[in-house]
């Protein structure tokens, strides 16, 4: 989005929170495909590999998660709280000015 916009709207901040959650989806998505790669792997080799990339990418979730928790953005363990913010983000999207 472009800048002069997101600040004229004040979705700047939101802008962030929805590119550091498409980021968690996909390392979550990531963590799940690699686990899978891992029980299917032909040989030792690949199968060490594959844990390597498994490690990396929950390092990545926990970076983000713990990121998004400190901005307020993600509430895991208060499913209250994440839908109060989820239900924020929705009447925000809701009342964006058409462009």
Sequence with gaps: MNPFVE???GLNALTDQVIAMDLL???KSEVRNY???VT???TPEIKEIL?????DSINLHEQVSSYMIEQGWYHPWNKNEQINLNL???ETALNLPLL
């Excluded at 844990?51 to 490690?55: A, D, G, M, S, Y």
């Design 25 to 27: 989806n996909s390392a």
């Design 40 to 42: 299917e792997a032909g």
């Design 7 to 9: 600040n004229l709207t």
């Design 88 to 90: 924020q983000n929705i």
């Design 35 to 37: 686990a899978f790669a």
């Design 51 to 55: 844990i390597r990339h498994l490690e």
